[in-house]
Structures are given as C-alpha cells and as structure tokens.
C-alpha cells in the first residue's frame, strides 16, 4: 500500500492521545526528529536525545488541537554529565464538551441535549546513558490515565531509543520504539483490553550548510501504515529559525473539501533571547482543521 493510502485499521487502537507530540519544533518538522541530537523534548520521541543537551532547562508546551481540543506538556532535561542525562514530563489533553447522541430503531441520530468530555494525563521519567562516542541509548518510563464520559482507564509502558553519531558528524541516525506496556485498569467491568498504539520509527539528520539541519523519518503505529516524514529547520540568524515539514499520510485528512490538500504539512518558526527559546509551528490535517502548538523553553546556565 502507497505511503500515502489510508489504514484500514485507523481508529483501532485505545490511549490514541500517545501519539500526541508536544513540541513546537518537531512538529513545525512534520514530527521528524528521531535523529536529531541534544534535542531537550525528545523524551516522548527518542529519548537517547537528551544526552547530550548543553544545559538543563524547563519547558512548557501549549497545543490548540481539533474539533475544540487542547492539550499541554512540560519537560525537565538534566544532563548530569556527558555520560548521563536525566528527565521528566508531564501532559495532559482534554477533549472539551461534545454533545451526547443517541440512535434510534431507525438508524437515525437523536439528539439528547447532554454533553461528555474525554481526557488524559501522561506523566514519565526518562534516562540516557553514553556507550560509546558513536553511539547513545535511553528509555522512558511512562503511565497515563485516561477518562470518558465518567469512565477511566490506564495503562503504563516504556520507550526505548538509540542514536547513533556517524563519522561523519553532521549525520545522526535515530531509532525508537514507543508505548511498549499494558493496560492497567479498564473502562468497564468486562475488562475490555485496549490495544496501546504501539510506534517504531527510524530518522537521520543531516545538516547540508551550517544553518540547515534535515531530519527524515519514516515508521509505523499501531492502525497506520507507514509514514514518512520530512522536515527542515534553517537559521537565519543567531535568534531566529524558520521551519517546515510535511508527513506522508495526508490521505487521512484529505475529506473531499478545498482545504483537503494541504493535510499533512506544516509550517514553524523558533526564537532564541538569552536562555530563552519561543517556538510556534502550525500543522495541517486537511479538511479536519489545524493544531497549533507554542513551547517556551527556560535554559539554566551550568
């Protein structure tokens, strides 16, 4: 099936909030960025990452999602030494008021004039741990707890990464595999076993000039075929970055409409002042609508 075709299975997993990246920069890149070094939220992506990372800072990340949705992330990276590195984060998501609806004997959709609500909480601990000049590995712990409409559900699980520094050090290769766990309590009495949305992926990086970095990815969750994913991130000064992507699934969001063909790309800027770095990307999902996304990043001097 071509990159671009849409599952047959989309929809057929439970805790479908794990796919969820919160990170204005990687998703301003389409969410490519599992080669990407020293990168301070690549806990949730490829936790390897935050090994090398210059200085231990805070970050926060705002999403305006779908159909009224929104969620938010922060992240703790602290590189104790330059053989191990430490984080933290936590995020949650809520679905806002949708109204409840009923069927009839007929098939038709009856309106009952009640609402529900949906939401997730996600909180992990992660570790990375230098092996060799050429190669970083780390994992991240994680449990979320997860409610509808009165009822909850959780689970816990594991990522694992790798990254592999190259000869030649402009070129970064990544891999990663996500949501590796079990569920750990259930929506209802019939203990009804949700199926994790389970994710591997493989990336390279590769910085073409001095103030272009690219990162490739392509990979797999549960329900989706796979996915590739292209971005680019260039400086145009010391302050201030432009960025770009676009994923292979646009079919996904492609509903018909005018807007149908832009799913799947996405546009982002970041800004750095001092120990401070703004980042803003905007992401398209076609006929479905957009998602925004705001991360503002504190860095403490070491």
């Known amino acids: 099936m071509p990159l671009a075709a849409q599952s047959e299975d989309a929809g057929s997993t439970g805790f479908d909030t794990l796919k969820l990246i919160y990170s204005a920069r990687t998703t301003a890149m389409a969410g490519a960025g599992l080669g990407l070094a020293a990168n301070q939220e690549a806990q949730n992506l490829n936790p390897a990452a935050i ?6 800072g ?50 038709d959709l009856i309106e009952t004039g009640e609402s529900f609500g949906a939401s997730s909480i996600v909180a992990g601990v992660s570790g990375a741990r230098f092996i060799s000049p050429a190669l970083d590995i780390g994992g991240s712990l994680k449990f979320i707890y997860d409610s509808i409409d009165g009822n909850s559900a959780s689970a816990v699980m594991a ?7 190259t000869a030649n050090p402009n070129i970064k290769v990544g891999l990663a595999i996500r949501n590796l766990g079990f569920q750990s309590s ?15 992926g493989a990336g ?26 292209v971005g680019l991130d260039y400086a145009l000064n010391s302050a201030f970055a432009l960025r770009g992507g676009f994923k292979s699934n646009a079919a996904d969001y492609n509903m018909g409409g005018l807007v149908g063909v832009t799913g799947g790309g996405s546009l982002g800027f970041g800004w750095k002042f001092r120990n401070f770095n703004l980042d803003y990307a905007v992401a398209s999902y076609g006929d479905l609508g957009i998602s925004n996304q705001l991360s503002l990043r504190y860095n403490f001097a070491n």
């Open 58 to 107: 805070i970050s926060t990340t705002f999403m305006d999602h779908l159909v009224g949705s929104a969620g938010g992330a922060f992240h703790y990276v602290y590189p104790k030494n330059m053989y191990e590195a430490y984080g933290a984060s936590l995020s949650y998501w809520n679905s806002g008021q949708m109204d409840r609806t009923e069927i009839s004997s007929s098939g």
């Open 51 to 56: 090994l090398r990372v210059p200085d231990h």
């Open 186 to 200: 259930y929506y209802s009495d019939s203990k009804y076993k949700e199926h994790l949305p389970l994710s591997y």
């Open 204 to 229: 390279i990086s590769i910085k073409l000039m001095p103030k272009l970095d690219t990162a490739l990815d392509i990979g797999k969750a549960t329900g989706e075929q796979f996915t590739l994913k």
């Open 159 to 165: 990522d694992l990464g790798v990254l592999h520094h």
